[in-house]
């Protein structure tokens, strides 16, 4: 498992999403390594972590999580998780409570309704034709157009740079893992301070899933980031968020 760790003070794991790595949290790291000992990770078959043979389930990826940080001698950890991430850290902190301070999920579900079960089924189709033609399908649902229309050459360097390291079979067994997440009935057990923050404009998992989300975690908080989709590390919610983790997590 590849990670990357820097920083001193209390532990902060930053847990990305479908496709990404840990170079996702640069901005984030870069800021926070100042006030935390900063733990990036590549899940399985995502950046430089290998994928495996076996079959993946989010429990895999937590229990991925909990071998680094045993051989790590790490037992308190604060979570952020990011879409399929969020779905790691909670899947991690329903089964390892007694490691995790706090929680903050950034964009992420709990179980499967059928409108995300549609797009995980888009996301495998796009997939099975090319990661090039995943990252165009992804595009607009993650980020708000005048974003794509500003950054039109970055955004064609990112995908050229990720086409030639892209693991699009780990990115379908990632999907199918998530068809299979379901904690709904697990979640008023999580009793960590809890920050969920959304994207006014997700069309992945709407804001109306967060609010749920809110409801069944106790001692949570609900933070909404206007004319945003579902990558909420844009633009200057990029401070925001280094303020609002800084602030909330002790």
Same mark, same amino acid.
């Given at each position: 498992?590849?990670?990357?760790?820097?920083?001193?003070?209390?532990?902060?794991?930053?847990?990305?999403?479908?496709?990404?790595?840990?170079?996702?949290?640069?901005?984030?790291?870069?800021?926070?390594?100042?006030?935390?000992?900063?733990?990036?990770?590549?899940?399985?078959?995502?950046?430089?972590?290998?994928?495996?043979?076996?079959?993946? !389930?989010?429990?895999?990826? %937590?229990?991925? $999580?909990? @071998?680094?940080?045993?051989?790590?001698?790490?037992?308190?950890? #604060? +979570?952020?998780?990011?879409?399929?991430?969020?779905?790691?850290?909670?899947?991690?902190?329903?089964?390892? !409570?007694?490691?995790?301070? %706090?929680?903050? $999920?950034? @964009?992420?579900?709990?179980?499967?309704?059928?409108?995300?079960? #549609? +797009?995980?089924?888009?996301?495998?189709?796009?997939?099975?034709?090319?990661?090039?033609?995943?990252?165009?399908?992804?595009?607009?649902?993650?980020?708000?157009?005048?974003?794509?229309?500003?950054?039109?050459?970055?955004?064609?360097?990112?995908?050229?740079?990720?086409?030639?390291?892209?693991?699009?079979?780990?990115?379908?067994?990632?999907?199918?893992?998530?068809?299979?997440?379901?904690?709904?009935?697990?979640?008023?057990?999580?009793?960590?301070?809890?920050?969920?923050?959304?994207?006014?404009?997700?069309?992945?998992?709407?804001?109306?899933?967060?609010?749920?989300?809110?409801?069944?975690?106790?001692?949570?908080?609900?933070?909404?980031?206007?004319?945003?989709?579902?990558?909420?590390?844009?633009?200057?919610?990029?401070?925001?968020?280094?303020?609002?983790?800084?602030?909330?997590?002790?």
């Amino acid at each position: 498992m590849n990670y990357k760790i820097e920083g001193a003070g209390d532990v902060l794991v930053l847990i990305h999403g479908l496709s990404d790595n840990l170079l996702y949290w640069e901005v984030l790291a870069s800021h926070l390594k100042k006030y935390f000992t900063v733990l990036r990770v590549d899940l399985r078959g995502h950046g430089e972590s290998k994928l495996g043979s076996e079959n993946i !389930s989010i429990n895999s990826y %937590s229990d991925d $999580l909990k @071998s680094l940080l045993d051989e790590l001698n790490i037992d308190h950890i #604060n +979570l952020v998780g990011f879409s399929l991430g969020g779905a790691v850290a909670l899947d991690f902190t329903i089964r390892y !409570s007694q490691f995790v301070d %706090s929680l903050t $999920l950034m @964009s992420t579900f709990f179980k499967v309704d059928e409108h995300s079960a #549609n +797009l995980f089924g888009e996301f495998k189709n796009a997939l099975n034709m090319g990661f090039e033609e995943f990252f165009d399908f992804m595009l607009p649902l993650v980020l708000c157009p005048n974003v794509i229309d500003n950054n039109k050459e970055e955004l064609a360097m990112l995908k050229q740079l990720n086409s030639g390291s892209a693991n699009v079979e780990a990115y379908v067994k990632a999907v199918d893992a998530c068809l299979n997440f379901d904690v709904e009935n697990e979640l008023a057990n999580i009793d960590v301070p809890t920050l969920i923050l959304a994207g006014q404009y997700d069309e992945i998992f709407p804001v109306d899933i967060q609010k749920e989300l809110h409801a069944k975690i106790k001692n949570s908080k609900l933070i909404v980031f206007e004319n945003t989709k579902h990558n909420l590390l844009v633009g200057r919610n990029n401070e925001k968020i280094i303020n609002i983790i800084k602030k909330e997590i002790k």
